[in-house]
């Protein structure tokens, strides 16, 4: 077991302490490119801290430049239909701490930033960033806002630094040998370990605070159990792939014998046809008279 916890673990229960914010606010500024200062984390159903609930989402209110609202979810299990929770995040969000009769211009800038432990997509980088580009059909040219828009806006210049933005982190993709602070942290992120010669903002302090020997007895027995039920639930996924496999096999085996069988007797057939009686080509190859026919 490696001797610091799980970022999705401590994301939900050690990072929401004040006093730990800042692992995940150097984090937060290594990926976003600023420095970023968490305000507070707000409350929603992604911010449940009950070992069985679904969600490994947190939504938290920062202050970089504009006070933007960033939603961090980590994802363990596979799950196809991932990109429309990651639309759903944002556009929930987006619409649920606006005050009734607010001005559209009130809608602040949401970052999702979705770390994932499953092949997410076809795509060899570890990675990716989303936004949303307006390009015209004709020229291809970008749409900028208009000069009292910027005004408006504190200077943003497209309608991208607006919209919902996306990061995906596919860290099981991450072969590299970590040097910069990103990879650091993804680095981190995929195995759970913190070289002494790591230095990316944050993980210091995360290498001092988020051992799991520092725990209280009671929090280090929650996430022990934790980490059981996650490897029963991984072996039951892989158990599960492995006999799935293995009847696919079989099946695949049994329509093999049945198309060749089926083969054979087209070909028994064809080579009798005009030569014996129809009924003895039935009775030979079990075949129909109009397949037959058909030959």
């Known amino acids: 077991m490696n001797k610091y916890i799980r970022f999705d673990w401590a994301m939900k229960r ?18 976003l490119g600023q420095d970023i200062k968490i305000q507070k984390f707000l409350e929603s159903e992604g911010n449940q801290e009950d070992a069985n609930d679904k969600y490994n989402r947190v ?14 979810e980590v994802q363990n299990e596979r799950a ?20 009734i009769g607010d001005d559209y211009d009130k809608v602040q800038k949401v970052f999702s930033i979705n770390i994932v432990y499953f092949d997410l997509g076809q795509g060899a ?7 949303t580009d307006f390009r015209g059909l ?9 000069a009292k828009q910027q005004a408006l806006f504190g200077g943003k210049e497209e309608p991208a630094d607006l919209l ?18 990103l990879d650091q942290w ?8 913190i070289p002494d010669s790591f230095d990316a903002k944050g993980l210091p302090e995360a290498r001092e605070r988020l051992r799991v020997a520092s725990l209280p007895e009671k929090e280090r027995r929650e996430y022990l159990r934790e980490l059981e039920r996650r490897m029963v639930e991984n072996d039951a996924i892989k158990s599960s792939f492995i006999d799935g496999k293995d009847e696919g096999l079989k099946e695949g085996l049994m329509e093999g014998i049945e198309k060749g069988k089926k083969e054979r007797e087209i070909e028994i057939a064809r080579s009798l046809k ?3 009686p129809i009924d003895i080509i039935i009775a030979s190859t079990g075949l129909d008279e109009s397949d037959i026919a058909s030959l």
């Open 14 to 31: 050690l990072l929401r302490n004040k006093a730990n914010y800042v692992v995940l606010e150097g984090f937060l500024s290594v990926l």
């Open 59 to 72: 939504d938290i209110m920062c202050e970089d430049h504009d006070g933007r609202k960033i939603i961090i």
């Open 80 to 99: 196809y239909s991932y990109f429309q929770r990651m639309l759903y995040g944002t556009s929930k969000d987006v619409t649920e701490y606006m005050e």
């Open 125 to 131: 980088d570890y990675v990716y960033r989303g936004r």
């Open 138 to 146: 004709h020229d291809g040219d970008l749409l900028k806002l208009s």
């Open 164 to 181: 919902p933005e996306y990061f995906l982190l596919k860290v099981n993709n991450f072969n590299k040998v970590a040097k910069e602070s």
């Open 186 to 193: 993804i680095s981190f992120l995929k195995t759970g370990d």
């Open 274 to 276: 005009g030569k014996v």
